[in-house]
């Protein structure tokens, strides 16, 4: 049953706001538009009416959609490894954009779409499928790129990053959200053999998953990664199941269930678990934080459209400031947010030891706190914007309303980032005269 009420209008992104539009964005430089004026070409042609078929399928309830959905997302995968544009591991020398600079500008894109002056229409970006991209493209093929051997590149990375397989990435546990270290799945070492014990949950597309990078303990207590290769989800004594979720609904968020799954020694990776998974973190970061952005454009694209059109009290919704302000403040946060981006993400592409900076890596954190909190206040002005209409399927899901709300934890809790965040700025090493003010003082 399609639950769409045919008196409400369709909301028509009508008007280019080029504010909102990167390929006017005066930071970007030739090189980085051109990459992006074919991502978004690309975009329109391949993707565009994919992710309508995702949308759609959206309006259907009583109705099984899942196995459609499964092959509509694995073959937009397989579109973006076509193109370059699911990892950006191993084909740096085609393009002369940096490849964390292009990693950034995809996850833009693909969340925010893009009004296409050319069609006069809004090209469909949609967060989840980004949350796909950046699991397979980025959370699986960089610890592999980063500790692995020759051997297991060939068998594992170049399927993903070249091929489109889908990747995953499994840290997650009942017991260890946050708190990544206390993880409990045990890999016990048999022989030549791993025996994987244990669950993982809210696994990123972990149940269409080919390959999964299995973080889990061994016997001595260490931390280690495992490629696993599930057999095309036929793997004995694997199960993984759907969580539903509010957003994010194209994500195949999963449940794993390792129950004594046998993996060959040789898959895993050179290195402890902890350095392997935590390695990338400034660029998870940023492409997390051009994410928010690129999502954050979208909500604002469709709060100016709306304000636009509907009328009430026999004005038009924008001639009240109340909704107005809010647009503007946000289009003037977003660009001055992405313009800290893209310093960010030019500086880690031309000075890749910048990965292992602490500073650059607090500095990502920061954007990452800002930018998802900016999309996240950009929804809430959108559903506050459409009224009753922002609570049906019918604008919820094409906006992808509750899409945001899941970044505010993804890749690092924003409380335990802000946390960490705070403490950095009062750490403090006390001076020789400190100490021996206050020893003295102590009550023994
Ligand atoms: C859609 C979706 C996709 C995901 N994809 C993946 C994936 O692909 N792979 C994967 O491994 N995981 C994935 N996750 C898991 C995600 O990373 C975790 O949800 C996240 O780490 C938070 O853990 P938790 O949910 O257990 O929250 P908890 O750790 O229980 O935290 C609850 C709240 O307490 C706060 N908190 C916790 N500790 C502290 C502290 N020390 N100081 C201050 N505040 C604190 C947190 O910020 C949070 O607000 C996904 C989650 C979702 C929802």
């Known amino acids: 049953m399609d639950t769409r009420i045919s008196e409400f209008e369709p909301i028509r992104i009508q008007r280019y706001v080029p504010e909102l539009d990167l390929l006017s964005n005066p930071v970007l430089n030739a090189k980085e538009k051109e990459f992006l004026a074919d991502l978004y070409d690309f975009m329109e042609k391949e993707l565009d009416p994919e992710l309508r078929k995702l949308e759609n399928l959206n309006y259907y309830v009583e109705e099984p959609t899942q196995d459609k959905k499964r092959e509509i997302v694995i073959g937009i995968m397989r579109k973006l490894a076509e193109k370059g544009y699911y990892s950006t591991v191993l084909n740096t020398e085609n393009y002369e954009v940096g490849r964390i600079t292009r990693n950034a500008l995809i996850a833009f894109a693909i969340c925010g779409g893009r009004w296409s002056e050319y069609s006069e229409k809004y090209i469909a970006g949609n967060y989840s499928i980004e949350m796909g991209r950046l699991s397979g493209g980025t959370l699986y093929c960089n610890p592999i790129s980063y500790a692995s051997d020759e051997a297991q590149k060939e068998r594992f990375l170049v399927p993903v990053a070249n091929d489109g397989q889908i990747g995953a990435s499994a840290m997650t546990e009942f017991n260890a959200g946050s708190d990544i270290f206390s993880m409990e799945l045990r890999l016990h070492e048999k022989d030549n053999k791993l025996i994987a014990k244990g669950k993982k949950l809210f696994i990123t597309n972990g149940m269409i998953a080919d390959f999964i990078v299995l973080y889990g303990r061994l016997d001595n207590g260490q931390l280690a990664a495992v490629v696993v290769d599930t057999e095309h989800q036929k793997l004995r004594n694997f199960r993984s199941t759907r969580v539903r979720t509010y957003g994010m609904t194209d994500a195949f968020v999963s449940r794993l269930i390792f129950d004594r799954v046998e993996l060959p020694k040789e898959n895993m990776l050179h290195g402890h678990g902890l350095d392997i998974a935590f390695h990338q973190l400034t660029e998870?970061?940023?492409?997390?934080?051009?994410?928010?952005?690129?999502?954050?454009?979208?909500k604002l694209l469709y709060s100016h459209a709306y304000a636009l059109q509907r009328m009430q009290f026999e004005k038009r919704l924008h001639q009240y400031?109340?909704?107005?302000?809010?647009?503007?403040?946000?289009?003037?946060e977003l660009n001055l947010m992405f313009s800290a981006l893209i310093q960010y993400t030019r500086q880690m592409d031309e000075h890749p030891e910048l990965g292992s900076s602490k500073l650059m890596a607090a500095n990502a954190m920061g954007l990452k706190i800002s930018s998802t909190e900016l999309g996240f206040e950009s929804a809430i002005h959108c559903f506050r914007t459409l009224g009753g209409r922002g609570f049906t399927r019918q604008y919820a899901n094409e906006i992808g309303l509750l899409d945001p709300y899941c970044m505010l934890h993804g890749g690092g809790s924003n409380y335990v980032l802000e946390d960490s965040e705070s403490r950095r700025f009062f750490k403090h090493k006390p001076t020789r005269r400190e100490v021996e003010d206050i020893i003295p003082k102590i009550d023994y």
Do not use: C, N, T, Y
């Open 284 to 298: 998870e970061r940023l492409v997390i934080s051009a994410e928010a952005l690129g999502d954050a454009m979208k």
């Open 321 to 332: 400031q109340v909704i107005r302000f809010p647009i503007s403040k946000k289009i003037r």
